[in-house]
């Protein structure tokens, strides 16, 4: 294969995943917000805060601000990240952002 080749494979290898659209569930991610921001509370963080400390700990680039604004997908890591820091498993902090959810759909109906 040639470079020139190559290169457009891996062009239209970005671009395929690039195209295809990502399954979204808003209101699970509204609900992940909130909880956040409900544990952030507890603690009086700040965002930057937040984001500061797992930086510093983890060595990895990290945004609290765009979970809080839930409308971004992230990986089940970034989630046990978040539960890492507020020292919550991960399951409890799911029941609540169940919980949660469950009442944002009573609200939306």
Excluded: W
């Amino acid at each position: 294969m040639t470079n020139s080749s190559l290169r457009k494979f891996f062009f239209l290898a970005l671009f395929d995943s690039m195209a295809r659209p990502q399954y979204r569930d808003e209101l699970l991610l509204k609900a992940i917000a909130t909880v956040c921001k409900e544990y952030r509370a507890l603690q009086e963080v700040h965002q930057e805060g937040v984001n500061t400390d797992v930086k510093e700990n983890t060595k990895i680039s990290f945004h609290m601000g765009r979970i809080e604004a839930g409308k971004t997908n992230y990986s089940v890591s970034t989630l046990t990240l978040i539960c890492d820091y507020f020292k919550v498993s991960l399951s409890t902090f799911m029941k609540k952002v169940e919980k949660e959810k469950e009442s944002l759909e009573k609200c939306s109906k």
